[in-house]
């Protein structure tokens, strides 16, 4: 290799060094932000539960106990609540989806039985209303083939809703 080579390449090695300390020098404060800012972040956008938000928290600190030290702040402030985060949950995914699926979602967020336990008894009194207006939503009509109501029936079913009140809107009754 010639010598000018080796001088060209050193040159732009020495640019390109330059242009990186140029890039992080000028940071945006979006890059910045501190571990808490970034979780008041997240909380204004929507409620998150614990373990949701650890996920996204994680990537970004440096320890864990900088992460827990930093959930503390948030329930201390009380930004941070699995209670709201489940009221929230709940009155987002309801309208659409069965008592099983939403107990099953909020076991993945890890909230307490308790917690669970209080939203689903709330849910119970409308969940045939909730499985009807899905289903007529989506069907309109009492399937006359063995084959429409298989479908009419894994589709309540995959949404969540229980197999007796899927079996009560198949065959035709109404929330009436």
Not at 43 to 68: C, F, G, M, N, T
Not at 146 to 171: C, H, P, T, W
Request: proline residues 2%; aromatic residues 8%; glycine residues 2%.
């Amino acid at each position: 290799m010639s010598q000018y080579l080796v001088r060209k390449m050193k040159s732009n090695l020495q640019k390109i060094e330059e242009h990186l300390t140029q890039i992080e020098s000028n940071r945006s404060p979006k890059e910045t932000i501190s571990l808490l800012g970034r979780a008041i972040r997240y909380l204004s956008y929507r409620d998150h539960s614990e373990v949701e938000l650890i996920k996204k928290l994680k990537p970004h600190a440096d320890s864990d106990e900088q992460l827990q030290v930093t959930l503390q702040k948030l329930r201390d402030k009380q930004y941070l609540s699995n209670e709201r985060f489940a009221d929230s949950f709940i009155s987002r995914k309801s309208k659409n989806f069965g008592m099983n699926r939403l107990s099953q979602e909020m076991r993945q967020h890890q909230l307490s039985q308790p917690i669970i336990q209080k939203q689903l008894q709330e849910l119970k009194t409308t969940e045939f209303e909730r499985a009807f207006a899905v289903w007529e939503k989506k069907f309109g009509s009492v399937a006359t083939e063995q084959r429409d109501l298989a479908k009419q029936m894994r589709f309540l079913v995959s949404r969540g809703f229980d197999l007796e009140i899927v079996y009560r809107i198949v065959r035709g009754k109404t929330p009436d």
